[in-house]
């Protein structure tokens, strides 16, 4: 299958995928704003993300790629319903060193334990620094695992219940093949408790 | 923050979630099947996912996760929101060697080019071999970077319109915080365009 046809299937296998939007700077400090949607959590001891910057159709690696590379810090977002369209701009190809956050409108906001700047307008930010990059494949839309350790996390007291994140308040947007984005609110959302645990079964 | 809270906090602050739904065979030829939701697309080219099973509260390591390591191979599926409540029973902690197959009713089929079954139930299944398994912490919740090559693709063709999965028929379900899902169909799904590309931008 060729590539470009290998990508769109992906795309549509792995879903809803949430989506990494990702603070950098570069080593002279121009900074760069970008969505990913081949984004995972890895575990919480230490807390531990994974996302994947794929090379574009030239095969060259993504300004984020670059700066997390020369930096080894960055800044991950979860991207909101209401973020949708000014996200959606950064997903455009500036040429490296044109600022997404002006054009798209987003706030920066001095991080705490990282250089790269975080957007005031995501009540989810989690400072990163790098662990390890783990490349399989060659060229464009290849993977490249950008593994990151949290540092700190910052959360809005407006998606808080009881000092807990509040699941129906977040309106978290989620990716999906082709153009598609999934929005995660009200009838969307269902709770479905784990079945009790079995200790013991007897074989055969 | 203690490594339970932290738990809690990552699954919502990484949200929504695709599903792995995840067939090995031990080595001897046991079957295990059980989800995951700290899964990821890495790249297509070769076609790459990674799927984190951390280790349980003991530390030791999942059964899917010991499986893998011995024998390479793995199918990993997608979960529609229709196989909600069968995947839900995988989730129990079973004993080792305990088929999660027989207990929850999924069908399995034979697989291509790997040895453990796909189930029948699931629109996407992907076959895959190991490539790399990345480390990140110790003990209970820690990161284990399964990076899988995906071999082939098994898509139903009542997913599909035109030879192409349609988003809007997989009925995918995602997973959030706490015991929340959330289900990408109708109304919760819409379309935004990329925007143009910018070719090039004046500096300044």
């Known amino acids: 299958m060729p590539v470009a046809e290998a990508y769109g299937v992906m ?28 984004f995972m959590a890895g575990g919480s001891n230490p807390p531990s993300l994974a996302f994947s910057p794929t090379p574009d159709r030239t ?22 319903y209401e973020m949708r369209e000014k996200m959606n701009i950064t997903s455009s190809e500036f040429p490296y ?12 906001v001095l991080s705490t ?3 790269p700047p975080r957007a005031a307008e995501s009540p989810i930010a989690l400072e990163c620094k790098l662990f390890k990059i783990i490349e399989h494949g060659e060229g464009f839309a290849s993977a ?5 350790e949290i540092l700190t996390a910052h959360i809005a007291q407006e998606v808080m219940t009881d000092g807990e994140i509040d699941t129906e308040k977040v309106d978290y947007l989620a990716r ?7 929005r995660a609110h009200s009838e969307a959302l269902f709770e479905l408790a784990r079945p ?9």
């Open 11 to 38: 795309a549509s296998c792995i879903a809803p995928r949430p989506i990494a939007f990702v603070s950098t700077l570069s080593p002279d400090g121009k900074p760069n704003l970008a969505p990913f949607s081949y």
């Open 59 to 80: 095969g060259q690696p993504k300004d984020t790629l670059r700066n997390i590379e020369e930096t080894g810090e960055f800044v991950v977002h979860i991207v909101t």
């Open 97 to 108: 060193g044109v600022s997404e956050w002006e054009h798209s409108g987003f706030t920066p």
């Open 113 to 115: 334990h990282v250089k």
């Open 144 to 148: 490249r695992y950008v593994i990151g």
């Open 176 to 182: 999906l093949g082709g153009n598609y984005y999934a």
């Open 196 to 204: 009790p645990k079995v200790q013991k079964y007897p074989e055969g």
